[in-house]
């Protein structure tokens, strides 16, 4: 009987032995979902940023996958919480690698994309950033960006003040920020000579007491602010009292958010910004995209940092059912490596999103920037 049941217990094991061997060989598991990943401040300081991004990626995959997907394939979005934190981004890289990430959005704010760029570059990965603005982020030939590098904003806002008969402005930046500082670099360089500057700056460790800036800047009735909107609300809050009623704040896309950090009916002066996002429009693929969010997520997210996300997913299908179309192998199969390649020419070599919530006809430079129009977006 024990000989019986040994030989019984050799045979099961043997079975299950082979039986082990062919689950592992027909079980295996495909990707069946195109992977978008991003990794951003979902929680923090910046999470208003972040977390517009994730909703607004997030809604334009559910309504292409509610479409019918890419030729019959969905796709998927993992979004990773670096906190504004470049130090997190190189463990959010590796684990969206890991989950299967063949396309990616980057990251949402500058310092950490500049981690995120040489990774992707080494696993030459495809990124379109909605709003990592740095000059640097589309550093290599398969970075993106679908907002104004910094380098830009600088530009356009100089141009901007160079046509508004202004002959003395003020301006107020961060010098250890290398977003505030970059764009206020290109804005020296595109400033007419004749324009007289008023110029005060910060450090983050300064950044409670702007008394000595108001001073400076209380004659000033154009005062350019390229800083986020934290501290930018700690100095109108200051200055309301101090500042003539009747001058303009101009700030760049470090501006969003600012409404929901103060409230904006108690500050006199106009507070207006560079965008390529108009969060008021009433027609058009903008006035759309607002409704749409609004009805999901509420307001205290509506952003132009998702605005720009919702054009990147859109942006990036586009481009792939133009691949697939054109008969290349873009399926979840398909390696990132692969798919970078196809992007990579695609993006450079004309392609066009038609119709988004940035901007119409966009387009990208072969340098990685984003070729698209830009307004004075008045928030109060």
């Known amino acids: 009987m024990k000989k019986f049941l040994a030989i019984l217990l050799a045979a099961v094991m043997v079975a299950a032995m082979f039986a082990g061997c062919g689950n592992k060989a027909d079980n295996k598991t495909k990707n069946t979902e195109i992977v978008i990943g991003f990794s951003g401040p979902l929680t923090g300081g910046a999470s208003v940023y972040g977390v517009a991004v994730k909703n607004s ?57 500049e981690e995120f760029k040489t990774l992707a570059k080494e696993d030459n990965v495809f990124f379109l950033t909605p709003s990592a603005s740095g000059d640097k982020i589309p550093e290599f030939d398969n970075g993106f ?32 920020d290398s977003y505030s500082d970059g764009i206020y670099k290109q804005f020296k360089d595109n400033l007419n000579d004749s324009i007289e500057v008023v110029e005060t700056s910060f450090t983050e460790a300064t950044s409670t007491d702007f ?11 154009f005062i ?23 001058a303009t704040y101009y700030g760049c896309d470090g501006f969003d958010g600012l409404a929901g950090q103060l409230d904006l009916a108690t500050i006199p002066q ?60 873009v399926t979840p199969e398909t390696s990132a490596s692969d798919l970078c390649d196809m992007l990579k020419a695609k993006f450079t070599g004309g392609y066009t999103l038609a119709k988004g919530a940035t901007g119409t006809d966009i387009k990208w430079n072969a340098d990685g920037t984003v070729d698209k129009g830009a ?3 008045n928030l109060k």
Request: glycine share 8%; charged share 20%.
């Open 375 to 377: 307004v004075k977006y």
């Open 57 to 113: 990626a997030q809604m334009a995959v559910d309504e292409i996958n509610a479409a019918g997907g890419l030729n019959g394939y969905n796709f998927k979005l993992i979004a990773t919480d670096d906190q504004h934190d470049a130090t997190k981004v190189s463990t959010n890289y590796a684990n969206l690698m890991n989950e299967g990430m063949q396309v990616s959005l980057g990251t949402v704010t500058t310092a950490p994309g």
């Open 211 to 221: 008394s000595t800036q108001i001073s400076k800047l209380k004659e000033c009735k």
């Open 270 to 329: 106009e507070v207006s910004m560079l965008s390529h996002f108009d969060a008021t429009a009433t027609e058009g693929a903008a006035a759309d995209f607002v409704k749409k969010y609004t009805e999901k997520f509420g307001t205290d997210t509506l952003n132009q940092f998702g605005a720009s996300a919702y054009d990147c997913i859109y942006a990036i299908y586009g481009a792939l059912k133009q691949l697939a179309d054109e008969g290349k192998d």
């Open 145 to 176: 960006q679908m907002c104004f590098a910094d380098g830009n904003q600088g530009a356009v806002a100089a141009d901007y003040v160079n046509n508004a008969g202004l002959t003395k402005i003020g301006v107020f930046y961060r010098s250890d």
């Open 224 to 246: 350019f602010m390229p800083i986020y909107y934290q501290p930018a609300a700690v100095f109108m809050e200051q200055a309301k009292a101090e500042i003539a009623a009747d």
